[in-house]
């Protein structure tokens, strides 16, 4: 149940609720993904005396207090072995997406246009290395050579099957 700030001022939002989809905890800590638990605490600690809101200036404390709060949540979940797993999966599902559409649909540009009549360009792409282009060239060809055979195969079935029935048509004439 969601805290009624009328009600009670100094209640906080769920601490529980991730503070913002787009952050990569690992990075938020400072860690490389196949940081040990120790090494999550340690980078968790030294981040929290870094920027801990009771040792940051008056004017930079709401700010501190946010981060605080992103950190915790980074923290609470790297540090739970299950929601751990759990957060590596939705991250990795988040890039093949990422990579899927940037590869197909050439990935999503929103124009941050100056005025009504500003006509931006999209970010050039880089060109692919050679080995980008020999597995997206081995990869081209695995697709032709399944479709072929899928439809070959399909084909075969066809004329084989035509072949059956016409047989079993020519006997069944000359019985009767």
Known sequence: MAA??????????????????????????????????AEITRAYRAAMKRTHPDRQPAGRRAAAEEHAKRLNFAYATLSKPLARQGYDRTLRARVVQDELMGRYVGGFYVPQADGPHT????????????????????????????????????TLAVVALLLLWSVLGAVAGAVF
């Open 4 to 37: 009624n700030p009328h009600r009670n001022p100094g209640a906080r939002a769920d601490p529980s609720a991730p503070p913002d989809p787009d952050d990569d905890l690992y990075r938020l800590l400072g860690v490389m993904p196949a940081a040990s638990a």
């Open 119 to 154: 006509d931006p360009v999209p970010p050039p792409r880089r060109p692919p290395t050679p080995a980008e282009r020999r597995e997206r060239e081995l990869a081209d060809r695995n697709a032709l050579t399944s479709i072929v055979l899928v439809f070959g195969g399909l």
